[in-house]
Structures are given as structure tokens and as C-alpha cells.
T-cell receptor
Framework: KAGVTQTPRYLIKTRGQQVTLSCSPISGHRSVSWYQQTPGQGLQFLFEYFSETQRNKGNFPGRFSGRQFSNSRSEMNVSTLELGDSALYLC??????????????FGPGTRLTVL | QQQVKQSPQSLIVQKGGISIINCAYENTAFDYFPWYQQFPGKGPALLIAIRPDVSEKKEGRFTISFNKSAKQFSLHIMDSQPGDSATYFCAASTGNQFYFGTGTSLTVIP
């Protein structure tokens, strides 16, 4: 089975621009979660999508948004980029069944640099 | 507020030694406790995981010890090897929401 894939792997943007990151989960996985990873803050939870609906949300400003498509692929968008948004953005997928906590599998991440 | 507290931040161990990383949590609703290993430039990879109904789980050189009453769990790496040098994250989860520790950078010296 193919793992979680993320595109692009690297991005360089300037302040004020917007960016869209893409994640394809493992086949059969319906839950996709997004995380921001920085050296100082570790892994910070952004949001989780299941069956095209945002099911959980972390404490990030509204500039960070996401969506999930009917094939479980997910996109994350960051508008009005700030220097502090430079980070590794990780996507993780899981089966996502209700009432069951199962394993999350991570993609390789997208390295975003904001200049 | 950090839901999962991890220590130490960094660890240096001689080859063949035992590496121990500790995590603590407060939320008793957590029902799944995985450990992830991350190499530079890669995403975290699941190493081993435990549920609160057992006190210990062993897979090869990796062991999780779980103390439900103390709300603590730890990762033990036996016979540590230079290839184990990586960053390790503990996590705790309930209802598909995961909370991660801040990571431990492990260096195993040959």
C-alpha cells in the first residue's frame, strides 16, 4: 500500500502571499489531520477532516483553512503568509472510525519558507 | 497548555546503552499512546504504541512502560545503536485528536 503523499515537498513564498498544500492519504483512510512542526513548538495540531467535514480544530488563526474531497484527499490553505508561518507542514491519515482511536501515519511533509 | 510533557529535550547515549525518554499527561480520557521516530527531512514514523489496559509493551529493542495511576509513560531503547539517532515524539490521543510531546533528540555515540 502506498503511504501518505504530500505535494509539493518544498515551497518558498513571500509575506502576504497565499499557499495551498496537498495531501493524499493511505488508500482506505478517511481521516486526514494537519500539523505544523517548528523547532521551538514541536508538532502543533491544525485540524482534522473526516468524510469531507472538519471534525477537530486546533488553536490557529483563521488564515489557516482546509478542506477534504470525496476521495479523502485534503488540501490546506494559508492566506496572507507571515514570516512565522515558515515550518514543516505534516499531514497524517488514519482510518478515522467513530469512537475508535487508531494509528496516524504521517507523510514526508511540505517545507514552507516565507521570505 | 501542553497536554503531553516530554523529557529530556536531548539525550546522548553510548552505543549499546539504554535510552530512556519520559512523558506525562493529565487528561485521563486519553486512550492511545504512540511513540514516533523522526529522521531529518522525513515525517514521523510510528515506532510502537500502547493502550492503557496494559502496563508494558515490547517490540524488539523498544519497550513502552505505562503507569496509569501516575499518568506517565516512557520509551526504553535497549542496546542503542547509532542508527537510532533521531528525534522521538510521544503522543496521547482520544477521539482521533492527537497531542504530541515536544520531542527528544537522541544521539547514540559509536
Amino acid at each position: 500500500k502506498a503511504g501518505v503523499t504530500q505535494t509539493p515537498r518544498y515551497l518558498i513564498k513571500t509575506r502576504g502571499q497565499q499557499v495551498t498544500l496537498s495531501c493524499s492519504p493511505i488508500s482506505g483512510h478517511r481521516s486526514v489531520s494537519w500539523y505544523q512542526q517548528t523547532p521551538g513548538q514541536g508538532l502543533q495540531f491544525l485540524f482534522e477532516y473526516f468524510s469531507e467535514t472538519q471534525r477537530n480544530k486546533g488553536n490557529f488563526p483563521g488564515r489557516f483553512s482546509g478542506r477534504q474531497f470525496s476521495n479523502s484527499r485534503s488540501e490546506m490553505n494559508v492566506s496572507t503568509l507571515e514570516l512565522g508561518d515558515s515550518a514543516l507542514y505534516l499531514c497524517a491519515s488514519s482510518l478515522g472510525g467513530q469512537g475508535v482511536t487508531d494509528t496516524q501515519y504521517f507523510g514526508p511533509g511540505t517545507r514552507l519558507t516565507v521570505l | 497548555q501542553q497536554q503531553v510533557k516530554q523529557s529530556p529535550q536531548s539525550l546522548i547515549v553510548q552505543k549499546g546503552g539504554i535510552s530512556i525518554i519520559n512523558c506525562a499527561y493529565e487528561n485521563t480520557a486519553f486512550d492511545y499512546f504512540p511513540w514516533y521516530q523522526q529522521f531529518p527531512g522525513k515525517g514521523p514514523a510510528l515506532l510502537i504504541a500502547i493502550r492503557p489496559d496494559v502496563s508494558e509493551k515490547k517490540e524488539g529493542r523498544f519497550t513502552i512502560s505505562f503507569n496509569k495511576s501516575a499518568k506517565q509513560f516512557s520509551l526504553h531503547i535497549m542496546d542503542s545503536q547509532p542508527g537510532d539517532s533521531a528525534t522521538y515524539f510521544c503522543a496521547a490521543s482520544t477521539g482521533n485528536q492527537f497531542y504530541f510531546g515536544t520531542g527528544t533528540s537522541l544521539t547514540v555515540i559509536p
